[in-house]
């Protein structure tokens, strides 16, 4: 295994936690102890996953989850004590792929960050392209196209969309969009909605355009309109 994984959290001793167990699993481990110190990592050593504190001091988990979003689309997996359901609301909406919460089992930690770089692993191998109006996505070069303008994506709303597409009459299931893209149930379909809302917006201002219409009590169909 040769992933590399940058743990940023501010408490040495978690963080030294953390990156105990992510070692005796195979990863190579990077950290850092705040925000400047973590995307400065970032970049020094381009990891494939990254576990983000929120409570970091002046620039907090969510400014460099914002910051780093705005680079890349390397996976980030918040780990905080802030466990209300608004916070995890607020993390996905900044970006990030997955929210586990303090106290927290370090297996389970990482269980979750494996589950996160095989999502993206798999999506990768699957070497197909799907062209459905002006939306154009090829899941082995992880790009996507609107109106020939490329879209900006995250890995998560990425993967949202090439499910989407695959079979764009059928309506995706909450509970199957859970499974697919987060690997487990996280009891609380809100997790969707909100990268369904980010995908559509980015999509809408890119070509103009909407996607994901809402099957009340169902799921997400493709369903692309013109906004003009």
Not at 38 to 51: K, M, R, S
Not at 79 to 88: I, M, P
Not at 117 to 127: F, M
Request: proline letters at 3%; aromatic letters at 6%.
């Amino acid at each position: 295994m040769s992933e590399t994984i940058l743990v940023i959290d501010a408490d040495a001793d978690l963080r030294g936690l953390v990156a105990m167990a992510l070692g005796e699993s195979g990863y190579r481990v990077v950290e850092a102890q705040d925000g400047p110190a973590g995307i400065n990592a970032y970049h020094a050593h381009q990891p494939d996953l990254i576990v983000l504190d929120i409570g970091l001091g002046s620039m907090d988990g969510l400014e460099v989850c914002r910051q780093l979003r705005a680079v890349g689309t390397t996976p980030i997996v918040f780990l905080t004590s802030r466990a209300e359901e608004v916070d995890q609301l607020v993390g996905f909406a900044a970006g990030a792929d997955d929210y586990v919460t303090k106290p927290f089992s370090p297996r389970l930690l990482v269980a979750r960050g494996g589950s996160v770089l095989r999502r993206g692993a798999g999506t990768e191998e699957v070497k197909t392209r799907f062209d459905v109006g002006p939306l154009s996505i090829d899941t082995q070069a992880r790009s996507t196209t609107v109106n020939g303008t490329e879209l900006d994506l995250t890995r998560t709303e990425f993967d949202l969309l090439a499910i989407l597409m695959e079979n764009p009459r059928r309506v995706a299931t909450r509970d199957m969009l859970l499974e697919r893209v987060w690997g487990s149930w996280y009891g609380d379909d809100h997790v969707v909605e909100v990268h369904m809302s980010r995908l559509r917006s980015k999509v809408k201002a890119a070509g103009g355009v909407r996607i994901g219409v809402a099957v009340r009590g169902v799921g997400y169909k493709l369903g692309i309109d013109s906004t003009e």
